[in-house]
């Protein structure tokens, strides 16, 4: 059975991969073997456990199947090629040849097959060229993906399954189509949210500095509340079952409201503890304006939320780890602090610190993440919407899925991310009870479905009140604020001035841009407020720049320029950011 290519390949294989080489080495060809086609081609003949036969190739002319396959992959463009069944590698070398310069990643789920490749084709070419993953864990397969993803900096991919794999391997690829879906919404909605807001990001995070004489770290309140039941209440549809039962809750578990939710808690007179506030937009004001049973309560807050929601809240104001301004400033402050966390969603962001800070147990209510009662919104909302039927229906960016009940919902990829962020932090937080009392949301993994009024009666009424902590509103912090702003300030100019001096160099097409953008990012990487705060804004921009490498460099720095523009202005005390 061995032959000189085997030996080579086992060879090869020896130093670049040494598990991979004694699977080789180790297994048996039970259902995968070698044959001739009918023009002497080699395709490989799989036999099933049903007795049947599928043949990966084309028995008759498999050049000519994998040359039709290879038009149908590029006929959209793409970045990268995510072939899913190598077998011999004809279709593989088809793409190569007419689009050499795409990346490649290739997972080959059958070790058999895989040894059949390697017993007439040389191997060593094939992984030099390209990203190869032998094995079929869908979980390290999305993971060497995400890593690929990651490095080339493109969403942009064409997903292509050899024909026989989709019946020989059809449960795995559903768990990979999942996971898939996941990852690629989750990009889409960070590359989507960063493009879009981070010029208002940047005008906040220098006008929020006016609260830093009154806020606290997160981490103060670890003590107080490890092991406290927390109960995180959305805006959604389904928390109107639930609204009398929260008037009862009072201080027997932390009510901690984001977004809309206070809202709604708001105008049926239930105070929550902690406001959750990270959107950044003028929008946010609105929700948290007029306040009266909540004007007191704690504040939750990023430095990238709009600037005069922290002025209309009287409680304490604790500062989050959410964006990377607001580490910049636990860090120039000297506050221990939580992990940084940004999800989609002030919900996700609020389970994850509550999570952190030892809650337990967690209940999720009014967090419907879709359509439920065709509304975005509970009763009380000031933004609430109803929609028919038929405009869920008829419009595409609606997707129909069903929710806790069973029952035909519509959400869309947001929402969808927001529940792949708490399955997520859910996953990653074990140690914690999640309850998920949204009564027609749709299901949250690793979230047990209760009735929470039921759950209140049996559990939340027996608990003993919580005794929260009390913080003093006069911080002594001999002039913290001033000096944190002069300091960011200093820094601000001497980004403009390097980002500035690249952006001239190309622009005029001087001999040295090379040496100037080395020199200049030298530099850069020695100022905390671009190295800790303006590389992280880069991070998801990347992927709608240029690939080539002037160009690149002279968008990215255009965009660092134009955001330090804003952050100037903002010291000045001018909003010139338009909502």
């Given at each position: 059975m061995k032959n000189g290519i085997f030996e080579r390949n086992i060879?090869?294989?020896?130093?670049?991969?040494?598990?991979?080489?004694?699977?080789?080495?180790?297994?048996?060809?039970?259902?995968?073997?070698?044959?001739?086609?009918?023009?002497?081609?080699?395709?490989?003949?799989?036999?099933?456990?049903?007795?049947?036969?599928?043949?990966?190739?084309?028995?008759?002319?498999?050049?000519?199947?994998?040359?039709?396959i290879s038009d149908y992959t590029f006929r959209e463009p793409c970045d990268i090629v995510f072939l899913f069944g190598l077998g011999l590698g004809y279709e593989l070398r088809e793409m190569q040849k007419n689009n050499p310069k795409k990346i490649y990643f290739v997972v080959e789920p059958d070790f058999e097959i895989f040894k059949c490749n390697l017993m007439v084709n040389d191997i060593q070419p094939v992984m030099k060229e390209i990203n190869l993953f032998v094995g079929n864990n869908e979980n390290q397969i999305i993971q060497a993906?995400?890593?690929?993803?990651?490095?080339?900096?493109?969403?942009?991919?064409q997903f292509?399954?050899?024909?026989?794999?989709?019946?020989?391997?059809?449960?795995?690829?559903?768990?990979?189509?999942?996971?898939?879906?996941?990852?690629?919404?989750?990009?889409?909605?960070?590359?989507?949210?960063?493009?879009s807001q981070q010029k208002k990001w940047v005008r906040n995070y220098v006008m929020n500095l006016d609260y830093i004489n009154n806020t606290y770290p997160l981490v103060k309140l670890r003590k107080c509340f490890k092991d406290k039941p927390a109960i995180i209440v959305g805006a959604g549809p389904s928390l109107e079952e639930n609204i009398e039962t929260l008037k009862l809750v009072q201080d027997k578990a932390i009510i901690a409201a984001v977004g809309s939710g206070a809202g709604i808690l708001e105008s049926n007179g239930i105070r929550a503890h902690i406001l959750g506030a990270m959107d950044g937009n003028k929008a946010e004001e609105k929700i948290f304006n007029g306040l009266k049973y909540n004007a007191d309560s704690m504040l939750f807050y990023s430095s990238q939320v709009y600037y005069n929601v922290p002025k209309l809240i009287n409680g304490t104001k604790f500062l989050m780890n959410q964006v990377e301004m607001d580490e910049y400033l636990h860090k120039k402050l000297g506050w221990e602090y939580i992990s940084g966390y940004s999800g989609p969603s002030i919900a996700n962001v609020i389970t994850y610190n509550l999570s952190e800070l030892g809650c337990n147990p967690i209940i999720?209510?009014?967090?419907?993440?879709?359509?439920?009662?065709?509304?975005?919104?509970?009763?009380?909302?000031?933004?609430?919407?109803?929609?028919?039927?038929?405009?869920?229906?008829n419009d595409p960016a609606y997707i129909k899925t069903v929710n806790n009940k069973g029952d035909e919902v519509y959400t869309t990829p947001a929402f969808m991310s927001f529940k792949y962020e708490s399955e997520e932090i859910i996953k990653n937080h074990h140690d914690i009870v999640y309850l998920n009392g949204t009564s027609h949301g749709i299901t949250i993994d690793g979230a047990k479905n209760i009735d929470f009024n039921e759950y209140y009666k049996k559990?939340?009424?027996?608990?003993?009140?919580?005794?929260?902590?009390?913080?003093?509103?006069?911080?002594?912090?001999?002039?913290?604020?001033e000096k944190i702003k002069s300091q960011l300030s200093e820094e601000l100019y001497m980004v403009m001035d390097c980002c500035e001096e690249m952006v001239k160099s190309i622009q005029e097409n001087r001999d040295n841009i090379v040496n100037i953008i080395n020199e200049n990012e030298k530099k850069l990487s020695r100022v905390p407020l671009f190295a800790n705060v303006f590389m992280g804004m880069l991070e998801?921009?990347?992927?709608?720049?240029?690939?080539?490498?002037?160009?690149?460099?002279?968008?990215?720095?255009l965009f660092i320029l134009d955001k330090c523009y804003i952050m100037e202005k903002a010291f000045q005390g001018q909003d010139i950011v338009k909502e």
């Open positions: 060879n090869f294989l020896s130093n670049l991969n040494k598990p991979l080489k004694d699977k080789m080495l180790s297994i048996d060809q039970g259902s995968a073997k070698l044959i001739r086609g009918e023009t002497g081609k080699r395709t490989i003949c799989v036999k099933r456990e049903n007795g049947n036969e599928i043949f990966i190739h084309s028995r008759i002319n498999p050049r000519e199947s994998a040359k039709f993906l995400n890593y690929i993803i990651d490095k080339y900096k493109s969403i942009k991919i292509v399954v050899l024909p026989a794999y989709k019946v020989l391997y059809k449960e795995l690829w559903g768990k990979i189509e999942y996971q898939l879906r996941k990852l690629l919404n989750g990009y889409l909605v960070a590359i989507n949210t960063n493009n999720i209510l009014g967090q419907d993440m879709c359509y439920s009662k065709n509304r975005l919104y509970a009763e009380g909302s000031k933004n609430n919407k109803e929609f028919t039927p038929e405009q869920l229906e559990e939340i009424s027996n608990y003993k009140n919580i005794d929260f902590p009390i913080f003093s509103k006069d911080i002594e912090r001999d002039g913290t604020e998801f921009i990347e992927y709608l720049l240029p690939k080539d490498y002037l160009n690149n460099a002279l968008n990215k720095y």
